[in-house]
């Protein structure tokens, strides 16, 4: 069993809903990252929290500790969100031994 | 800042060459990591330094791996003999206690060993 399990696997959405990808890990974490990579490769990230919530435009990342859960959040979808999400944890503060889900892929329509 | 530089992107190769992929992180950041990712793994960790010093390599996949942090600014990560198996997207990434331990990541070196 993977250590960090994203669910879907793959999402598809009408511009306008919003989205939800969850990720459930079962380690001890110091820290979960919700990363976007974009069709091009690149990776970007998105979110860091050890705890409760946070938001920046129309993307919010929440967490569960004594769950071991976190959800990543989209309001309003439009086209431009179409990516790949991955879910990290870090078992250290530090920040070295980053473990990955395997993504969840977005595809929004027009 | 320029972000994370990576070079060279595309990189093909035969097998049994010598492949070096090169990473300069984001000036100040003092860790800086290298993955791995494919279609069937996903991304890994291989290696990552903390102060030019390498604090974990349990991610690199064998002796043929090696990587080197010489200095803040400037890290290298070499596969010799490269094989097929190897061939992935290596990317590197760089962070700093001061921006929360956030990590930035460079574009990425496609890798192609025929």
């Known amino acids: 069993k993977n250590e960090v399990e994203q669910s879907p696997q793959n999402l598809t959405a009408q511009e306008g809903e919003f989205i939800t990808i969850n990720c459930s890990y079962s380690v001890g974490i110091s820290a979960l990252h919700w990363l976007q990579q974009h069709p091009g490769g690149g990776i970007v990230s998105l979110f860091m929290l050890s705890s409760g919530k946070k938001k920046h435009g129309r993307l919010i990342a929440t967490i569960n500790i004594q769950e071991k859960h976190s959800s990543l959040h989209i309001t309003a979808s439009h086209p431009r969100d179409s990516a790949v999400y991955i879910c990290a944890v870090g078992r250290y503060i530090s920040q070295g031994n980053l473990i990955f889900g395997k993504g969840t892929k977005l595809s929004v329509k027009p | 800042d320029a972000g994370v530089i990576q070079s060279p992107r595309h990189e093909v190769t035969e097998m049994g060459q010598e492949v070096t992929l090169r990473c300069k992180p984001i000036s100040g950041h003092n860790s800086l990591f290298w993955y791995r990712q494919t279609m069937m793994r996903g991304l890994e960790l291989l290696i990552y330094?903390?102060?030019?010093?390498?604090?974990?390599d349990s991610g690199m996949p064998e002796d043929r791996f090696s990587a080197k942090m010489p200095n803040a600014s400037f890290s290298t990560l070499k596969i010799q003999p490269s094989e097929p198996r190897d061939s992935a997207v290596y990317f590197c990434?760089?962070?700093?206690?001061?921006?929360?331990?956030?990590?930035?990541f460079g574009p990425g070196t496609r890798l192609t060993v025929t």
């Open positions: 990434a760089s962070s700093s206690w001061s921006n929360g331990y956030e990590q930035y």
């Open positions: 330094f903390n102060n030019n010093v390498p604090i974990d």
